[in-house]
């Protein structure tokens, strides 16, 4: 395993966990006015499984990294409006070189994204002219263009399924999801050795009170926890997968371990059903700060002023959309 990043992102704690809550009729009067610019620029809003409530009410796609991805690829507004992390609106911009994508918050980034800087992927890489680096989505542009594949939590398995045999997998920069995956695929890897700052808040201790607590709910946890919390998962998948398992599933009530998010989109999908989010040894620790950066009234003020804005270089764009769409061409494959 490379030692390649410190995990405790810089900068985390500066941002406010709690944010102060809207009354119902500013919901609904900037809400009408969202859905009225959206009409006037013809944007599209994409909005992440973990944004707050009142965004995802008015979003026009609410996904996972990959059903965003597929969207974005495909989209004919001539604005995309991306409520997620900064990763995710850029992922956008490079499948959309042409198109205007704005996001309520610039400072939205993402653990992940933070522990691999390119050059220290580069230098890493430099090690072993057979490495085929196989690199999940939560990471910046410039590593994406040092990049000969892209995965999300949501088709990793298959990517790695796809990959060379021949070659090394060095897998960035999640040592959590990249060490699910070679247990799903029986496929050696190098791991970058960073984490999600979110996911790794939940430990075995935390999950086996909650299983205690409620002996029949199933526990559904994202590759993004420690192997000692999937391990004690009845199921392991991406956020969107959650949807599907859970509306599957004939238990009425389920332990859900990811970002807080994730329970308003499962409380919209399945409303017989009963959502306990997982319990971590601190408290109030499920919530990604960098997600809940976006507010409707950020969003709002993006679309008047058509800011921040995604800027890449061109050669950036050019070089990062190869591997996203070799993702992209893998993950449309029959399984
Ligand atoms: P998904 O692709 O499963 O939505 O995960 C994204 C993410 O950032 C998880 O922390
Ligand atoms: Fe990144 Fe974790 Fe936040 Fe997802 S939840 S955006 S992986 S910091």
Redesign the pocket.
Known sequence: MFNGAEVTPAGVDQFPLRRPVLPPYQIDALSRDILALKRRLNAVILA???QVAEIQDVADVV????GLSQYAARTQADVIVFCG?HFMAETAKILNPDKLVILPDRDAG?S?EESCPADRLAALQATNPNFYTVTY??CSAAVKALSDVIC???NAVKIVNHSPKDRDLLFVPDENLGGWVMEQTGRPMTLWKGN?Y??VEWTHAALMRIRQAYPGAPVVA?P?CPKAVRMLADEV?????MVTWCKATSAKSIVIA??AGMLHRLKRECPDKTFIPAPTDRCACNE?RF?KLNTLEKLHDCMVNLAPRVELPRDIIERARRPIERMLEISALPN
Do not use: A, F, P, Q
């Not at 996904?63 to 990959?66: P, T």
């Not at 998948?237 to 997968?241: D, I």
């Open positions: 992440h499984n973990y996904g996972d990294s990959l992390v993402c992940l989505i939560n999300t939590s949501g999600c979110v996911h994202h993004e998948c991406s956020t969107e997968k990811t970002e990604c997600m």
